[in-house]
């Protein structure tokens, strides 16, 4: 394996978990908004709202990539069929 793939691999990682914590922090504040008064207040803070869903949605398509990258074959290792030229009767 290559070790610039491998390097490559650990950075999408390592993105993808700051993103998720991203999220996972914005949905906090979403949920914990206070209003003025100091009261929880359940229609403010959809910015963060917003801001986790969208995170979110780029964290599981970022994911889906990565998860593809994994699975990939060796390109190495390929087999080639071919035809046999004319038919035999």
């Known amino acids: 394996m290559d070790i610039?793939?491998?390097y490559a691999?650990?950075?999408m990682l390592l993105g993808l978990s700051i993103f998720?914590?991203?999220a996972a922090w914005q949905f906090y504040l979403f949920t914990v908004f206070r209003g003025t008064d100091g009261v929880v207040d359940i229609q403010g803070g959809t910015v963060h709202l917003w801001f986790a869903i969208g995170i979110?949605?780029?964290t599981c398509v970022g994911a889906f990539f990565?998860?593809?990258s994994f699975r990939r074959y060796d390109g190495q290792n390929e087999t080639h069929i071919t035809s046999q030229g004319s038919q035999l009767r």
Do not use: P, Q, Y
């Open 56 to 58: 979110g949605l780029v």
């Open 20 to 22: 998720a914590a991203i």
């Open 66 to 68: 990565v998860i593809s």
């Open 4 to 6: 610039t793939k491998s």
């Open 9 to 11: 691999r650990i950075l």
